[in-house]
Nanobody, 122 residues
């Protein structure tokens, strides 16, 4: 089991920054791939970034250059630093864990957090 808890969401203005955290428990955390998905109202949940055990990262084009994912294995935490936020970044952000590479198919992730809302006003 790898329970996940997201935090750090909120209401910000366009151009602002936020840092989301995904805290996990369990010894297996360091071997898992952790990805961030987001789901805007009326849209599918989409993969935006992921980090595997050796710190190799993946970014969707929509967030590349603005968002940075990192992990602190000593704290069992993955961070998502979001800069230059845009109104279209408004969504519920979820972290998810799986063993293996970063994949966009959300059905292949074993563990999910409860989500944290990010709202970006224009």
């Amino acid at each position: 089991q790898v329970p996940l808890v997201e935090s750090g969401g909120g209401l910000v203005q366009a151009g602002d920054s936020l840092r989301l955290s995904c805290a996990a428990s369990g010894r297996a955390f360091t071997t898992y791939t952790i990805s961030w998905f987001r789901q805007a109202p009326g849209k599918e949940r989409e993969l935006i970034t992921g980090i595997i055990w050796n710190n190799t990262t993946y970014y969707a084009d929509s967030v590349k250059g603005r968002f940075t994912i990192s992990r602190d294995n000593a704290k069992n935490t993955v961070y998502l630093q979001m800069n230059s936020l845009k109104p279209e970044d408004t969504a519920v952000y979820y972290c998810a864990a799986r063993a293996g590479p970063v994949l966009s198919n959300k059905g292949l992730y074993n563990y999910w957090g409860q989500g944290t809302q990010v709202t970006v006003s224009s």
